[in-house]
């Protein structure tokens, strides 16, 4: 079975009618001989903010040591986001497998008109994937209500509900005191019900729980929240007040609710675990959460906010209140079966509203949120039905001290989401086996697969995009001679598929220009194209990239020289420990032709013992100072920020963070500084050998997760252009995932960043190499610097310089 037809049978059970209880759930897990027994298990139900309290829940927990499962609805882009562990989403591999296992079951269900339904099957999928991941603990988002909500099937240890207000009435009931009753179903049996409930509400949880524990910002609360205000444009200062604990942090979740949510979070995770104070403010300030007013950039401000009831509005409208801007801007997308005027009545009247309607059967017409905002004032509305379109529109009208925000649906949400992370993906397809690689990554059908792969030939780039998208753009193709391939997905104009597109740089530039004035925001994507190709627009007076910093990486490749002052370096440890040592070294590097200086003072081989602050600050701060007017940048290889912060102050220029701003300062250090920043893909630093892990195709894995991370750094203020991205070869990765990391250093380029490579004398070499491994170290960076890396990181200078300006020769007159 294909990951795609595994994935059209689960998406094929929302042809099933949802049913109260957790008989068809525990029936199908039962079927599996219950896997999840033996993991425990935490619930988080309510009416707002459940989604942002168990992410907050799983990043205390995973801060605490423990192996973390997270399952949370909807999905943003992929139906495997739903199902992550420790950080990860689900494998396709694993779904292919689930699904074998429970075909038979559910068609043999179906045929007795009681098949498990979507949310069902899904919540299965997630049960089997914790217990075969022999997770320590799962947090699950609850569906609808809690009685009666497939997660229900679980004895959770810990249980909340966020707050109740009137939803889904005429399924869970008609008043806030019977929905949270029907919440308060998930009290665990030997702890207290966590709780936000307010009022008659409260009255209702405490009547059907008993023992409950209440987190607000009251004097009768058990624990008191306080929200401290904005520190800056993407975290807020939070006070948490227990019996017998105080805790003071951040949290990356701008809102007062979510000083609650944050209160929430932490008494779950004190339930399940012994947590310090440390473990638990660093894990809140770590629970960024997709959608919930994230801020994508400044001037002008741009958010997207999730709020899809007049409740949230109304305390999205707090949020709203804490900024100081010029007009207005919403981008406002709902569904049909919200309150949309009572949604807009919370909400601050805005200068200009762009009604647009999300790519869903559900969503309400645009004419209809049109139509609530003029009659509430709002003199200039449109209509525009794509969002990527009205998003667009919205930023060309505002002015730099305006305030963009998208609202009204985490559907609306997520199509606009897509300007920030959409990747496109160029493939070097050299043989027929690598396009039949490319064509299965993209979920290809066999049929479709065997009849296109000759054809996949001079330029190949894959992406994802809307389903309608994707039809609108195989149609220009194939008009111009070109040829797509389309996942084998089933069409569901609610999911994002991938496109593989095959064609001369022509025919692209054609492309782009019949997109430029397509439905469906495709003009946005015709510049994506021309982006990753680095095709000119027909009027363009110059390269307007706005990326000319004088870095050494721009239009070259350059090395980055290691300089390791540390007793237990994997390499070199010890041989540059001594000051003067690492100075003569920095020369003589220099002089060999290094650009880049990278000096660290803690070793990140396996086995290594974590360095103070102190006595890495002690290390490195007087040789960069001594160096710093050496002809070449300096870079500090350092996970600390208060390490990073002393190395700039000294002279640095660049921070290389191993561990993928692991720190959550870091972000915020790069950005105050403006100083280049290395984001690493890495499981573990320092390095856990027998800490392996399972990739679908480990470079499309890497760049879906680094994307996350590069977009965290963005989010805080630095440019893409300053953003550099790291796969971390041999940081959880076989030596065959390394070379295939390696092989396809071009891919990287999706991210829009510099790309650096770091294999220098690395273990992937033992199986080729002698124990040196230097000429196969410079092997690598020749491969590296042919197929497109912006930076080799090494510790032989000399010998991968000359390997460098080999390419470089060599591809001198090579023409486009």
């Not at 193709?477 to 391939?485: K, N, S, Y």
């Amino acid at each position: 079975m294909d990951y795609h037809e595994a994935a059209n049978f689960l998406f094929d059970l929302r042809r099933f009618r949802p049913k109260p209880g957790t008989d068809s759930t525990a029936d199908l897990l039962a079927h599996l001989d219950d896997p999840h027994d033996g993991v425990r298990f935490v619930q988080v139900a309510g009416s707002n903010g459940k989604g942002s309290t168990a992410r907050m829940t799983e990043q205390v927990l995973r801060e605490a040591g423990l192996s973390v499962g997270l399952y949370t609805s909807p999905h943003f882009d992929d139906v495997r986001e739903r199902i992550t562990v420790d950080g990860r989403k689900i494998t396709e591999a694993a779904m292919v497998e689930y699904v074998e296992a429970v075909s038979e079951y559910v068609t043999e269900r179906a045929t007795h008109g009681n098949s498990p339904t979507f949310f069902e099957g899904m919540t299965a999928l997630a049960l089997w994937y914790f217990g075969r991941e022999d997770v320590d603990v799962a947090v699950l988002e609850v569906g609808i209500g809690g009685r009666y909500d497939a997660t229900s099937v679980v004895d959770p240890v810990a249980s909340a509900v966020t707050s109740v207000t009137l939803e889904h009435t005429g399924i869970i009931g008609e008043t806030v005191e019977e929905i949270a009753t029907d919440k308060a179903h998930v009290a665990p049996e030997d702890a207290p019900l966590v709780t936000g409930a307010t009022g008659d509400a409260l009255d209702a949880v405490r009547k059907q729980a008993g023992d409950v524990l209440v987190v607000g910002d009251g004097e009768d609360s058990d624990v008191r929240a306080t929200y401290e205000g904005r520190t800056n444009h993407t975290e807020a200062a939070i006070s948490l007040s227990g019996p017998d604990w105080n805790l003071e942090t951040s949290i990356p979740l701008l809102g007062e609710y979510q000083a609650q949510n944050a209160g929430i979070a932490a008494v779950l995770a004190r339930q399940v675990a012994d947590v310090t104070d440390t473990e638990l403010a660093r894990g809140l300030r770590k629970g960024f959460w997709p959608g919930r007013f994230e801020v994508m950039g400044t001037d002008p401000l741009v958010a997207l906010d999730g709020a899809h009831n007049p409740g949230a509005c109304a305390a999205l409208a707090d949020t709203i209140a804490e900024f100081d801007y010029d007009d207005l801007h919403f981008v406002f997308g709902a569904m049909h079966d919200k309150d949309v005027e009572g949604m807009a009545n919370a909400l601050p009247t805005p200068d200009h509203v762009v009604a647009t309607h999300a790519n869903i059967d559900r969503a309400e017409d645009e004419a209809v949120i049109a139509r609530v905002f003029e009659d509430r004032g709002v003199e200039h509305v449109e209509r525009i039905r794509s969002v990527e379109s009205a998003l667009e529109s919205a930023l060309a009208a505002a002015d730099e001290d305006d305030f963009v925000l998208v609202v009204g649906s985490l559907f609306a949400v997520a199509e606009a989401r897509t300007r920030w992370t959409r990747a496109e993906i160029p493939k070097q397809i050299a043989d027929m086996d690598d396009a039949r690689e490319a064509l299965e990554t993209s979920h290809v059908t066999h049929t479709e697969n065997v009849r296109i792969r000759g054809k996949a030939v001079h330029r190949v780039v894959k992406t994802r995009v809307q389903t309608r998208q994707a039809r609108r753009i195989k149609e220009e193709m194939l008009a111009l001679g070109g040829e797509c391939a389309r996942s084998g997905l089933k069409d569901r104009d609610d999911e994002n598929i991938d496109v593989l597109l095959m064609g001369t740089l022509t025919q692209y530039k054609r492309l782009a220009e019949a997109l430029d004035d397509g439905p469906y925001g495709l003009s946005l994507f015709a510049d994506d194209i021309r982006e990753t190709l680095g095709i000119r627009r027909s009027d363009s007076d110059g390269d307007g990239d706005g990326r000319d910093h004088g870095f050494p990486w721009e239009g070259r490749t350059a090395v980055m020289g290691i300089l390791n002052v540390t007793p237990d370096s994997f390499h070199d440890g010890g041989q540059y420990e001594a000051h003067e040592d690492a100075i003569d070294r920095a020369e003589r590097m220099v002089e060999a032709g290094a650009d880049v200086i990278d000096i660290g003072g803690e070793s990140t081989r396996p086995g290594a013992e974590e360095v103070s602050n102190e006595e890495e600050i002690e290390r490195i701060v007087p040789v960069i100072e001594r160096i710093s007017d050496l002809d070449a940048m300096i870079s500090v290889d350092t996970r600390k920020a208060d390490v990073a912060r002393a190395a700039l102050e000294a002279g640095a220029d660049i921070l290389n963070d191993v561990s993928g701003l692991e720190d959550p300062e870091m972000r915020f250090v790069a950005a105050e500084y403006d100083a280049p920043l290395v984001v690493m893909h890495s499981l573990d630093a320092p390095v856990v050998p027998e800490h392996t892990v399972e990739y679908d195709d480990v470079v499309e894995d890497v760049i879906a997760e680094l994307e996350e991370r590069v977009l965290l750094a963005e989010k805080a203020g630095l440019d893409r252009s300053k953003i550099i991205v790291d796969p971390g070869l041999g940081f959880g990765k076989a030596p065959a995932e390394s070379f295939e990391l390696l092989g396809r250093t071009g891919e990287l380029h999706a991210l829009d960043c510099p790309v650096l490579i770091g294999h220098s004398h690395k273990s992937m070499f033992e199986p080729i190499a002698d124990e040196d491994r230097m000429a196969a170290t410079v092997a690598g960076t020749t491969i590296a610097a042919e197929r497109g890396a912006d930076i080799v990181r090494v510790h032989d200078v000399p010998e991968n310089v000359a390997a460098v300006r080999a390419v470089e020769a060599a591809n001198a007159d090579r023409e486009e």
